[in-house]
């Protein structure tokens, strides 16, 4: 990535500036300005991740270069984290959208602000975005919106079609290990202790809140734009990676919103475009500036003349744990979604063949073990975070298998699965996997799908199956691009089982399949003329950020790293996957971190209750008045008929404990 050194414009920093909201609780903000522009537009970024110390350099990186270019930006933190006043108490919350608006109401009324504001942000910040505009402050005039969703249900890390997602309660845990962390007294000042005490006593488990609603029920539907996407009237640019877990969603806004809008899809994990692991990067922050210039400045940039969507087709690839870059080429599609695309059907048939004839009915009961072979659900592109070669993951399921291609097959949406079953038990899951084989029999995952049988008629009303009784259930996998070349052979996998992703039924069920019946539909992509004429994007680049320096962390008897390990006598399987095991120096605020987790889930094959998910945190910030840590420890398990939350909270000063407390709840499984 190129560091650029020429702009139009100086620039003005302040690193700290308190936003004010209406009931009194002052917001803090680090602001970037361009020197000698006057009143400008202005970019938010509004996130929790504190703008002092968890994401100061990437902030610097983005921020600088946009505002060297004629924009105000200025990095929030949400209430009650960073250096912001009051406290949280839940993700996407209805005080956080009204905090949002206020900020943007006091931001367009400052005498560097020229009454326009637009959003941006990854992730949360993504999320947000499309939330607030919703809600339709008059001052937000466009958002851009990076790795998130319009549906916080269907597509995010809690639930997988109605399954209980891996992620759920390990993102728990990673939150419940930054919700109390203190904020700065050079920020804060004398209050910062009372600040950070109101934090820990606030402090609660978020999983105890999100698995007190396992349907999609109002709480999922507050801030699910998609309840209705005529709220956002203002230009939306969603912007995702096919190795995010967040790119369906793009498609999906992109059908819904009826405002200016445009898509992107590259071959990225959970990132920037401009800073990946996985390349091809981009000249992403020149294509934010091509946006806001059309629609803050009014500037013909041609950024609407071009197609709706843009997207990575892949190119086909062995299978691998981790991938650096993704062979493929750009593509467009004029309008999405796009009337050149024709779904087409291959029937499952009689012998394995996917595409064939036959009618009869196939049994699958997954041992435990498959999932093993799955990688991540979201993935950031480091750590083995992919699937490993499907053969290993098939001895487990169904396998359906077309003849070799006589030529190139490219696909482009959301496959989906029509299925025609029986189940023997009243509760059962179903996965589904699309991969591309090569003739060396060597297997790639393309995309994946999941679904609770108990939601076949909707994720707002799970209803157990009738044992025996034939049913029809949709599954649809994830959006993708992909190119299948000639003589390899497309191949559909199912299974009842896909552990750690998806938590398991109480039971091992068997499902019974109508062949014939039950086919899979692949979004066809004919070539298009004009897609080797799109305009190419820019190099990478962003500004300079303050040194920061990594620094040795501390040797453990035994590294945690992405691994699968499984106890040959016991039947015991435990797939680690590290968390954010850090330590770094801050010298611009005299400050260093470190961090440490990890994320361990346990199961005995034959035993669905035996499901366990383990999670360890250690958050310390070194600064000169004192080291202060967050250690804590959870786990989630189940029988049949509750889940088992426990979690354990220590907090430190200077190594003496401050503050403890401890959770042991079981919430009942509602047709999990």
């Known amino acids: 990535m190129r560091i650029r050194t020429d702009y139009p414009f100086g620039l003005t920093e302040i690193e700290n500036i308190w936003v ?9 903000g680090r602001l970037w300005l ?8 202005v970019i938010l970024e509004y996130l929790p991740y504190r703008k002092r110390d968890g994401t100061r350099a990437r902030d610097e990186r983005m921020h600088r270069y946009l505002a060297r270019h004629g924009y105000g930006c200025l990095r929030l933190d949400i209430r009650g984290t960073g250096d912001s006043e009051g406290v949280i108490d839940d993700e996407y919350s209805v005080q956080e959208q009204v905090d949002g608006i206020a900020a943007i109401d006091w931001i367009a009324r400052q005498p560097w602000c020229d009454g326009q504001v637009a959003m941006i942000g990854i992730s949360w910040g993504g999320f947000n975005g499309l939330q607030i505009a919703a809600r339709r402050p008059p001052a937000l005039k466009t958002i851009i919106t990076v790795g998130s969703t319009d549906d916080r249900y269907a597509t995010d890390i809690h ?16 939150m419940f290990a930054h919700q109390d962390l203190p904020p700065d007294p050079a920020i804060a000042g ?16 978020w999983i105890l809140t999100w698995l007190a609603h396992q349907r999609r029920d109002d709480y999922w539907r507050q801030g699910s734009v998609c309840e209705d996407f005529r709220r956002i009237e203002v230009p939306v640019y969603a912007v995702s990676g096919w190795a995010d877990n967040y790119s369906e969603s793009v498609p999906r806004l ?15 994990a959970h990132s920037y475009p401009y800073d990946v692991t996985v390349e091809p990067a981009i000249g992403w922050l020149q294509e934010v500036l091509r946006w806001c210039d059309h629609w803050l400045k009014g500037r013909d940039t041609g950024i609407m003349e071009e197609p709706m969507l843009r997207v990575w087709m892949q190119e086909s690839v062995a299978p691998r744990t981790c991938y650096r870059e993704r062979p493929g080429r750009w593509v467009g599609e004029t309008d999405w979604p796009s009337s050149r695309i024709a779904m087409r059907r291959l029937a499952l048939g009689a012998g394995g063949v996917l595409g064939g004839a036959g009618r009869g009915v196939v049994r699958v009961c997954s041992p435990l073990w498959v999932g093993l072979a799955a990688g991540e659900v979201g993935r950031y592109g480091d750590d083995a975070d992919w699937a490993t070669d499907q053969r290993e993951d098939d001895g487990g399921s169904l396998v359906f298998v077309t003849e070799p291609l006589d030529a190139p097959l490219e696909i482009l949406g959301a496959p989906q699965l029509r299925l025609r079953f029986a189940s023997d038990r009243p509760r059962a899951l179903v996965s589904v996997r699309l991969n591309d084989v090569a003739p060396s029999g060597a297997s790639t995952r393309v995309t994946v799908g999941h679904l609770n049988l108990c939601h076949r008629h909707g994720h707002d009303a799970p209803a157990a199956l009738v044992p025996g009784q034939v049913e029809t259930a949709v599954v649809d996998l994830d959006d993708i691009a ?33 062949l014939g019946e039950s086919a899979i539909e692949l979004p066809v992509r004919p070539p298009r003329e004009g897609d080797d004429r799109l305009r190419p994007f820019g190099p990478a680049e962003c500004a300079a950020s303050d040194p920061q320096h990594d620094l040795p962390v501390e040797p453990r008897a035994h590294p945690v790293r992405r691994s699968v390990r499984r106890d040959l006598l016991t039947g015991e399987m435990v797939v680690d996957f590290p968390r954010w095991t850090h330590a770094t120096r801050m010298p ?24 366990r998910c383990e999670t360890r945190y250690t958050v310390v910030i070194e600064r000169p008045d004192g080291s202060f840590s967050h250690e804590s420890e959870g786990a989630l398990s189940c029988d049949a008929t509750h889940f088992v939350v426990e979690m354990r909270l220590r907090i430190r000063e200077n190594g003496r404990e401050v503050f403890a407390r401890d959770w042991n709840e079981r919430i009942p499984r509602d047709h999990i």
Not at 34 to 41: H, M, T
Not at 254 to 268: F, K, Y
Request: charged residues 20%; hydrophobic residues 40%.
């Open 190 to 205: 004398e209050a910062w202790r009372a600040m950070w005490q109101a934090r820990r006593e606030a402090n609660r488990p």
């Open 20 to 28: 004010p909201m209406p009931d009194g609780v002052r917001l803090a």
């Open 254 to 268: 992109l059908a819904g919103l009826s405002c200016p809008r445009r898509g992107l899809i590259g071959p990225w």
């Open 34 to 41: 361009p020197e000698g522009a006057g009143r400008v537009p």
């Open 159 to 174: 639930w997988v079609g109605g399954c209980l997602s891996k992620d759920n309660f390990d993102w728990s845990s990673t």
């Open 588 to 611: 611009a605020i005299g400050q260093t971190h470190r961090g440490e987790g990890l994320a361990r889930y346990r199961i005995t094959d034959g035993d669905p209750l035996s499901a």
């Open 482 to 514: 992909h190119r299948f070349p000639a003589g390899h052979r497309i191949a559909v996998s199912i299974s009842t089982v896909y552990w750690p992703i998806a938590w398991p039924s109480p039971e091992l069920a068997t499902l019974s399949l109508h």
